[in-house]
């Protein structure tokens, strides 16, 4: 599935479309059927939105769309396609006359439903799916904005005090803009008088759709406990023409050095013993039977 022209392909990937509030654009999606009989195709339009790990995504058949899918029109609902033949469906997109400015992502969908028989022998309706993106820009004012929500720490020391310990960074990324972003996110540790202990790379942020969120864990061994670490987190957003200015947010968490005050303490404790016995052993004198030094 492709978008098409009424001659076939034109060697796009995605529909991206710019509009203006009421005007309505036609366009064609070619439905290729690979197997070696007629298939029926049911063929709609649905929204897009951006799943818990990042990922592009569209709303499940049950779902109906209230957003760019749901100002997609087709001539019918169900088409039925040769076997190993291409059809260029044509399709119109009317934008509402109170459509919000920026970008609304979604898709066209051409579904097939077959019956299939599960594990424990009962039939079942399997609805196989295959979709074309939408993207379309309404214009107006534009807003791209990128948001850090929460950043979260965990550290865990190490056993061996010279290893030091593990740091755990969780941060959560939102689209609050109205255009689609991408980013680079990175992480600066630091500790007592902006002492820097670690730096990473650059963490590619994928695309978020407006309103869209995403969770990023990254750990960092090898940090010594300093009392007090500080995690500062920094996100360079970008749209697809453009870099924005980046957005921190920084937070931190007490890190005591319990391996190496134990290990203070046990070799203090050795020290001390030593000392008492010698002291204790000068306090006896020599042994008896054994003559005194001259």
Do not use: C
Not at 245 to 252: Q, S
Not at 280 to 286: S, V
């Amino acid at each position: 599935m492709q978008p098409s022209t009424a001659k076939g392909p034109d060697g796009r990937d995605y529909f991206i479309r710019r509009a203006a509030p009421g005007e309505r654009l036609t366009d064609h999606v070619g439905i290729t059927n690979l197997t070696g009989e007629p298939q029926t195709f049911s063929v709609y339009g649905t929204d897009a939105f951006t799943t818990a790990d990042g990922a592009f995504a569209l709303l499940p058949a049950a779902r109906s769309p209230t957003d760019v899918g749901s100002w997609i029109a087709l001539a019918r609902r169900a088409y039925t396609i040769p076997a190993n033949t291409r059809l260029d469906v044509p399709f119109s997109l009317t934008v509402p006359t109170n459509a919000t400015p920026g970008d609304h992502a979604g898709g066209i969908i051409a579904a097939v439903t077959e019956e299939q028989t599960d594990a424990k022998g009962q039939k079942v309706l399997v609805d196989r799916r295959i979709a074309a993106r939408v993207y379309l820009t309404v214009a107006g004012a534009t807003a791209p904005r990128l948001s850090i929500d929460t950043v979260r720490l965990e550290y865990r020391q190490s056993a061996n005090p010279a290893d030091g310990g593990a740091m755990t960074v969780t941060y959560q990324v939102r689209n609050t803009g109205n255009l689609r972003l991408s980013g680079t996110g990175s992480i600066r540790l630091t500790g007592p008088f902006g002492w820097e202990l670690a730096r990473t790379g650059g963490m590619t942020i994928p695309e978020l759709l407006p309103g869209g969120a995403l969770t990023v864990t990254e750990r960092i061994v090898g940090v010594q406990p300093t009392l007090r670490l500080t995690a500062q987190v920094e996100v360079e957003p970008a749209t697809f023409t453009q870099k924005l200015p980046a957005v921190a947010r920084t937070t931190g968490v007490w890190a005591w050095p319990w391996a190496l005050a134990a290990a203070l303490g046990l070799a203090l404790l050795y020290l001390a013993s030593r000392l008492i016995r010698r002291r204790l052993a000068g306090r006896r004198g020599p042994t008896p039977g054994r003559p005194r030094p001259s």
